[in-house]
């Protein structure tokens, strides 16, 4: 079985905020305006530490984030069982009730794979096995709208596990679907030039 970093409950939380690239320090200084301790950029992303009330404030205030992650655990891995068996120690039940559903994403740089669907299906296997195991059901997936996101991120033999605070991407607050709506006269016409 690898071996498994988990921070505890009481303590501050690892977090991992992605963006887009070239803009990975001008998101760690927004995140040093915050609060952030330990600031570390990395591709795309940039890591730091903060509680619970930091991780909020990040998903509301950060303008250059795209989503706020908080790491679960990190563990080696060269084989898939490694990886099942690492997904399998966390205690899902957490982070999520058998009635909500989920979903995993696999983020892929490593050529343990060939693509990221494989470890995203076994990421996906391992948790509900332990449901299936522990509570005699599962809980359903759900790709576009998962009440809880699992972010497998592979990088050479090193796998961690994030999970998605933000919900949809940041860059879309305040996007509204329905535009014409917004756009329309108090009559019910819509404006011709929008």
Not at 80 to 89: E, F, P, T
Not at 119 to 124: E, Q, T, V, Y
């Amino acid at each position: 079985m690898p071996k498994i970093n988990t921070p505890s409950p009481l303590s501050d939380l690892n977090l991992v905020v992605s963006t887009y690239a070239g803009l990975e320090d001008i998101l760690a200084e927004e995140i040093h305006a915050l609060g952030g301790r330990e600031i570390e950029v990395h591709t795309r992303a940039v890591s730091c530490i903060g509680d619970k009330g930091f991780m909020y404030k990040a998903n509301f205030s950060l303008r250059t984030a795209l989503k706020v992650m908080v790491k679960l655990s990190s563990f080696q891995i060269r084989t898939v069982v490694d990886l099942y068996d690492g997904v399998a120690a966390i205690d899902w039940t957490q982070y999520m009730k058998l009635e909500q559903t989920f979903a995993v994403r696999c983020i892929l740089n490593s050529d343990l794979f060939d693509n990221n669907l494989y470890p995203a299906l076994k990421a996906k296997d391992a948790i509900a096995d332990q449901f299936r195991k522990n509570q005699g059901s599962r809980p359903n997936v759900e790709k576009n709208d998962p009440d809880l996101e699992v972010v497998v991120f592979i990088s050479g033999e090193k796998c961690q596990l994030l999970i998605n605070s933000s919900g949809t991407s940041l860059h879309q607050r305040g996007y509204r679907k329905e535009v014409d709506k917004a756009l329309g006269g108090s009559d019910g016409s819509r404006y011709p030039l929008c």
